[in-house]
Structures are given as structure tokens and as C-alpha cells.
């Protein structure tokens, strides 16, 4: 028997299963919260410098009052970042004309509060000069990401999926809530940093977890429900950014839930198959117990025993040799090298052109932000419904490299489109957006399937690095727009083009148990190879 073969039998779709997808799914909800909170925390409002005179924090100053004080921008709008040196009254009489003597906003700035009552950028005046600092602050948000996804994929596969699972939710909570009371932006960016951390930390072994429990046949809808939780999560957070317009008080009803979910995740128990690989038996079958008394069987019935555990991992012990931890092993053997390095193209791919399109709404100025959030959001609720489904008819091979691919097609498509056709360019970015997302739901069922119970969770931390590190350097190449304007759009519908290519170079893992040793994997990557990779026979 191969290892986990007997498990892999024994696993049910049943209530159990059930409970755990819906506690899974809540806290999914609120991480796409803190991935696109910056959409309306750091939205930049209507600006100009401080008028001495007048009510400057709303849009109630008047036309005389912003002639005399502020000169006009190229598009009539005054300016965001000059004011006059001396009051310009001239300009009250007809066909008045000004000194055109201009000076930097020396006493500060007055903001159109009918949006939003207060934003990071109100608040610390992240404007002009310091206008680079919101993107810096979504960066350091997402280096934490990165970090998280390297340092807790690790730590997972040695320490266990709950245990990460429980300490992510905590970090989550705590620190996104003392973003909501930074008395700075460098105490924000920490706390944000942390935040983002604890994010990747839960995604990684929620996902995990929760596909350990499952069994194969039902992974690609588990998978699809809880890829819909971050995508039903971005029009959560367009209600609470629509009742909720001051940054503080968002920030901290998108992160005091994660004090719930901590409490209630006791309840989910660690992944058998872990303690299995980890030479814990007894609590496996502990485990195995409980979860078959929830769902109404007898363990007995279907042969599972201490015996049979410890056999099982005796012949995971023949089977994988020594215990292997390290990210190393990724890359020690051709199958491991092939599989990994064609995940992290995809996975970096996804993200580099995910979040060029995702965020940044107020570059569609004649929309409504909270409008555009959930349109974005709406509408990859069919995207992702619809892989599911082709990922258990075609494979996940194929779903992945047509999502990534057309995908990238939208974006070039996009390229020749003037910008006065706003209609079709939102359209283009919302088929982009939407196979992307669909991508990204592929992306974490089939790195689940391709990677070995003893090595998955460093695998997806990995993986997600990359993905993350596509994240960070989306904004950069979007500043290469300055000098070739066709650039970033061409590399960002080229990027995921290419990697759509180099999946169909991994082998198909539909309707396959998952694999718990590295035995597995390369005997299934010879088998690919042999029978379809390199076309010599059929089956």
C-alpha cells in the first residue's frame, strides 16, 4: 500500500468536511479586506493647498476664494500642489490676470472630505512631494506578504498546519488593529508589514489543511469555494469602505474578526496525513476518530488502525528516507526542479498582472470607487465558478495554462485601445482580472496535488513568495510607463503568455490521491514523461 493510500480511502465528503470549508471560508472573507484595504485607506482625495481664509475641509469654498489663492492645473482643476505668493484679487475684476508668481504648499493642504472623511493620505498629508509614500506603504504591506509566505510555509511543515494556522489568525488581529490606532506612518507600515505576514501565514495552511481533510475527487470545488470567499471578500469590503469612511475606523472592522476566528480554529484539528509523515500515529488516529464520529462512521469499518498507521509510515520512512525540510529539496532531483520552477513562473506571473489590474481604482476617475471595487469583485465570482469546473473536465493542467494565457491576451488586446474608450478598456481589464483570478484558484489546487505531504507546505510558501514577489514588482515596472509607454502593458500581458507556455510541462495530477513522499512525485513525473510528456505511448 502506498503511503496514505489508506487514508486517502478512508476520507468522506462529509459533515465534518462541510464544518471545516465554512470556519475556512469566514476569516478568507476578511484577508481580501487587508489585500485591497489601501484602495480606500490610502484613496487620495481632491486637494490643494491651505487657504487662510474659509472653511477648507469641504468642497464649500468657493470659485472666488480658489481664484484668488490657487492657480488652475493644465485641466482648469486647481492645483494640487502650488498655491500663489500673494493673493491674487486682480483675478476677481474682468479679464483680471495674475503675477503667475507660484510657491510650494508651505502651510499644508485642504482636502474634499465628501468621499471619504479621512484617509492615511489626509491624515499625514502623504500628497505632492510625499505622494510616493502610499505606494510605499502597499509595498511594505506586501514585502510582508513575501515574507510571510517563505518563513511560514517553512515553519508549517516542521511545526504543523493548525498550530500556524491558529498563531496567523492571532497575528492577523493583533496587528491589524494597531494599524488602526499608528500614531505614524512608520507605525503603520510596521503594523501593515506584520499584517501581511499573518495574511500569507493563513491562506497558506488554511488552504493546506483543508485540502488534506478533503478527498480527491471533491478538491477542485472545495478549492473554487474558498477561492470565491477572497473574491466574495472584495465586495465585503466595498459595502464596509461605503459605511465606513474614516481610515481608522475601517482598518479596525476589517481586523477585530480575526479575534473570532481565532477562538473558534481550536476546534480544527491538525491534518492527519502531518502527524502521519511526522511519526505521531497515535494522535492521527485520535484525529481520524473524532472526525469520523462527527460524520456519523465507525474508523473500524473502513480498516484504520494504530497498526495500519504505523505501517504507513514506516513505508513513508522506506519510501522518502531521512526527513526533509529544507526549501533545498524543492530543487534536488530533476522532477522537483521541473515541477518548482514551472510553479513559481506561474504563481509570479499571476500576481504581477493580477495586481496591476486590481489596484489603483481611482485611475477610472469617472466612476464611483466603491462601484468599481464591486464590479471587480462581482465579477470574478463566474471566473472562478467556471474553473472549477474546467479544472475537473479538462485538468489542472490545461485550466492553469489557458487562464494564464488568455489572460495575457486581454492585457496585449488592450495595448492599441485609445484611452477615451474607457468602456472597452474596463472591459478588457475585467476579463484580464477575472482569468487571473481563476488562475490564482487553479494555482493553489495544483500545487497542493503536485507537492508531497512531507515537503507541500515549504512548497506553497515558495510558490507564494514568487507570487508575492510579482506583487512588489508590478508598481515598478508600471514606472517604466515614463520613458516607453507601451512597456508595462506589453510585459504584463507577455509574463503570464510565457508562463501558460511552461506549464504544460508539469504533469497531470487529476483524479491522482495526493502524494505524500518524494518517491511519489518523481514516480509520477517519470510516468508523465514517459506516457505523455515526450508522446511515447498513450495511457
Not at 26 to 37: C, D, G, K, Q
Amino acid at each position: 500500500m502506498a503511503p496514505g493510500g489508506q487514508l486517502e480511502k478512508e476520507q468522506r465528503m462529509g459533515f465534518f468536511q462541510t464544518i471545516l470549508v465554512v470556519l475556512v471560508f469566514l476569516p478568507l472573507l476578511m484577508v481580501a479586506s487587508h489585500n485591497f484595504l489601501q484602495n480606500f485607506t490610502a484613496a487620495v482625495p481632491r486637494h490643494w493647498c491651505y487657504i487662510p481664509a474659509g472653511d477648507n475641509d469641504t468642497t464649500e469654498v468657493t470659485g472666488d476664494l480658489l481664484k484668488i489663492y490657487i492657480p488652475m492645473d493644465g485641466n482648469q482643476e486647481p492645483d494640487r500642489c502650488l498655491r500663489f505668493s500673494t493673493p491674487q484679487w486682480q483675478l476677481l475684476a474682468p479679464n483680471g490676470t495674475s503675477t503667475n508668481a507660484t510657491e510650494p504648499c508651505l502651510d499644508g493642504w485642504a482636502y474634499d472630505r465628501n468621499v471619504f472623511n479621512s484617509t492615511i493620505i489626509t491624515e499625514w498629508h502623504l500628497v505632492c512631494g510625499k505622494r510616493a509614500l502610499k505606494d510605499f506603504a502597499q509595498s511594505i504591506y506586501m514585502a510582508g506578504v513575501l515574507v510571510g509566505a517563505l518563513v511560514f510555509g517553512s515553519l508549517a511543515d516542521r511545526l504543523g498546519r493548525r498550530a500556524l494556522l491558529l498563531w496567523s489568525l492571532l497575528q492577523v488581529g493583533v496587528m491589524g488593529t494597531g494599524a488602526a490606532f499608528a500614531p505614524n506612518l512608520a507605525a503603520y507600515c510596521t503594523f501593515r508589514f506584520f499584517s501581511g505576514t499573518g495574511t500569507a501565514g493563513f491562506i497558506l495552511n488554511s488552504i493546506s489543511l483543508t485540502m488534506e481533510w478533503i478527498p480527491s475527487q471533491f478538491r477542485a470545488m472545495v478549492a473554487t469555494v474558498l477561492a470565491c470567499s477572497l473574491t466574495l471578500g472584495q465586495l465585503l469590503l466595498a459595502g464596509l469602505a461605503y459605511a465606513i469612511r474614516d481610515w481608522r475606523q475601517l482598518q479596525l472592522a476589517s481586523s477585530v474578526p480575526f479575534f473570532l476566528f481565532f477562538l473558534y480554529s481550536w476546534w480544527i484539528p491538525e491534518s492527519a496525513r502531518w502527524l502521519i509523515v511526522n511519526h505521531r500515529p497515535e494522535m492521527a488516529l485520535r484525529n481520524l476518530r473524532r472526525v469520523s464520529r462527527i460524520n456519523g462512521e465507525k474508523l473500524e469499518r473502513e480498516g484504520i488502525s494504530l497498526e495500519t498507521l504505523r505501517l504507513e509510515m514506516q513505508q513513508e520512512e522506506e519510501s522518502s528516507g531521512p526527513s526533509r525540510r529544507s526549501a533545498l529539496e524543492l530543487f534536488r532531483t530533476a522532477p522537483m526542479r521541473g515541477i518548482t520552477c514551472c510553479l513559481m513562473m506561474a504563481w509570479f506571473s499571476n500576481n504581477f498582472s493580477f495586481y496591476h489590474l486590481a489596484l489603483d481604482l481611482q485611475r477610472f476617475g469617472g466612476i464611483s470607487i466603491f462601484l468599481v471595487q464591486l464590479i471587480f469583485g462581482a465579477v470574478d465570482v463566474p471566473f472562478r465558478m467556471l474553473v472549477a469546473v474546467a479544472a475537473n473536465r479538462l485538468g489542472r493542467r490545461l485550466t492553469q495554462a489557458a487562464c494564464l494565457f488568455l489572460g495575457g491576451l486581454f492585457i496585449l488586446a488592450s495595448i492599441p485601445v485609445p484611452q477615451d474608450m474607457e468602456v472597452l478598456l474596463i472591459a478588457l481589464t475585467v476579463l484580464g482580472k477575472g482569468l487571473f483570478s481563476s488562475s490564482s484558484s487553479c494555482s493553489y489546487l495544483y500545487t497542493t496535488e503536485l507537492y508531497p505531504t512531507v515537503i507541500r507546505q515549504t512548497g506553497l510558501g515558495v510558490t507564494n513568495m514568487m507570487a508575492r514577489l510579482g506583487a512588489v514588482a508590478a508598481p515598478m515596472v508600471q514606472m517604466t510607463q515614463a520613458f516607453v509607454s507601451f512597456l508595462p502593458l506589453l510585459l504584463f500581458g507577455a509574463v503570464p503568455i510565457t508562463a501558460g507556455i511552461l506549464v504544460n510541462c508539469l504533469p497531470e495530477t487529476l483524479g491522482d490521491p495526493l502524494a505524500d513522499t518524494m518517491k511519489q512525485v518523481e514516480d509520477r513525473w517519470v510516468r508523465w514523461a514517459l506516457f505523455e510528456g515526450w508522446g511515447l505511448g498513450v495511457g
